[in-house]
């Protein structure tokens, strides 16, 4: 319990380790998350914890609840197959907090997960993940990255520009950094149930990075979170190979 709110529901978190706290044996999939850039705004505890579910708890960082809104590129492929199928490789964002489970592990919970391919936002909504389809596009302009989602029937949508930076050191950064990045697993609900899915991946390299354009309301706005009004921390990654494990019910 923090002193700051004295609500049962939020705690101060622990920087994770830098590397999975367990060994993902058997994927699902393997990923590889490119060109992953860390957005993220400080929030008070009070507005996001009745946002998770009740039987997590919203972990903070120096009293202060933190929302991350990471663009990427992924690239799909089933275990043993070298390379992504045709269709497996597409944009992806997603809009996240930090909590903790009833079984005490640390892991994020999704708000919002945009992509472009339509097969996958429907077999992992299946899970309970909140995936949603946009048009979306990654590129990279004179050393820039270009993150943007279309807004569909007016929700969610985004254009992120920023430019990369100094790699940070250590690789995997401070406290804060390890806290906001270094997470291992994902709670998710499927109707009564509540899921764990693990991953597993090699610690990040993180770069500084400067914003030059975040239009992200009505991607928060779609999410049902408070819009942010200051500008954000940003980090980012050339990116990491992951291995995804089963959902597991959570005791």
Known sequence: MTAETGNPRIREGDPPPETAPHTVRVPVNIHRWDDISFLHWAFDPDDIAPLVPQEATLLTHEGKAWVGVTPFFIRVRPPGVPVSPPGWSFPETNVRTYVAGPDGRDGLWFFRMEVTAAWFAAALRLVGLPYVRQRMRVDR??????????????????????????????????????????????????????????????????????????????????????????????????????????????T
């Open 141 to 250: 302009e004179d050393g820039r990255f270009v993150y943007k989602s279309e807004a569909r029937d007016s929700q969610g949508g985004h254009d992120i520009v920023l430019r990369p930076g100094e790699p940070l050191d250590p690789p995997s950064g401070g406290p804060l950094e390890r806290f906001l990045t270094a997470r291992w697993g994902a709670y998710h609900r499927e109707g009564p149930l509540l899921l764990y899915s693990p991953v597993e991946h090699p610690a990040w390299d993180l770069h500084t990075a400067a914003v030059e354009n975040c239009d992200v309301d009505g991607l928060f706005r779609a999410a049902g979170l408070p819009t942010p009004v200051e500008s954000p921390l940003v980090h980012y990654s050339t990116g990491v190979t992951v291995k995804v494990g089963p959902p597991q019910k959570v």
